[in-house]
């Protein structure tokens, strides 16, 4: 089964705290690619990293880092010192390759919401 | 640079009404083509996806139907809308190689009623 587990469905922080989303996933592929996407409130979704199976190391972009782990299939992303603009729903989504599928698999998301 | 439009943003219809959403691309040809769902408080659904013209590839069976009649061009359609379809529909693209991200629309918003 191909399937993307965001247990967390909500999280709130208070502005400057640290904070990770979590990210399972499940594929047989033994290539496949991650995405993690941000949906703030006007609704579009917002392209934020991509991550290919045989790539494991962790990528830092500004506040925001990622780590994924192929060995608990995991892809966790971490906002640093968190912001009032950093309020958004967060999703983490799969494409395996293996089988030609042309699918992006989305988890449920993660609601983040950072007070001021 | 590519864009991508979908319209209408905000719907409000009837039950048993039928139903068009469409979206388009600009600045790219062949793009593989999507249809997700957002229900209230839920995830991205995926419904339909396209890597061509006339070809359309239903991922959950119901009440709505896609097709694609030009390379560029996507459309939603209902023939009579359920209170289930209600949500938050997205139309994105990527292109033609197998992997890549996915850039979305702005979305279209139906609130059946």
Avoid: M
Avoid at chain 1, 106 to 114: A, D, E, S
Avoid at chain 2, 1 to 28: D, K, M, R, Y
């Amino acid at each position: 089964a191909q399937k993307v587990t965001q247990a967390q469905t909500e999280i709130s922080v208070v502005e400057k705290e640290d904070v990770t989303l979590d990210c399972v996933y499940e594929t047989r592929d033994t290539t496949y690619y991650l995405f993690w996407y941000k949906q703030p409130p006007s609704g579009e979704l917002v392209f934020l990293i991509r991550r290919n199976s045989f790539d494991e190391q962790n990528e830092i972009s500004g506040r925001y880092s990622w780590n994924f782990q192929k060995s608990t299939s995991s892809f966790n992303f971490t906002i640093t010192a968190s912001q009032v603009v950093d309020s958004a729903v967060y999703f983490c989504a799969l494409q395996p390759f293996n089988s030609g599928t042309y699918k992006y698999i989305f988890g449920t998301g993660t609601r983040l919401k950072v007070l001021a | 640079s590519q864009t991508i439009h979908q319209w209408p943003a905000t719907l409000v219809q009837p039950v048993g009404s039928p139903l068009s959403l469409e979206c388009t691309v600009e600045g790219t040809s062949n793009p593989n083509l999507y249809w997700y769902r957002q229900a209230a408080g839920r995830g991205l659904q995926l419904l339909f996806y396209s890597v061509g013209i006339g070809q359309i590839s239903s991922e959950v069976p119901q009440n709505l139907s896609a097709s694609r009649p030009q390379d560029r061009q996507f459309i939603l359609s209902s023939k009579k809308l359920l209170l289930s379809d209600s949500g938050f529909y997205l139309c994105a693209w990527s292109g033609r190689r197998v992997t890549g991200e996915l850039f979305f629309g702005e979305g279209s918003r139906l609130t059946v009623l």
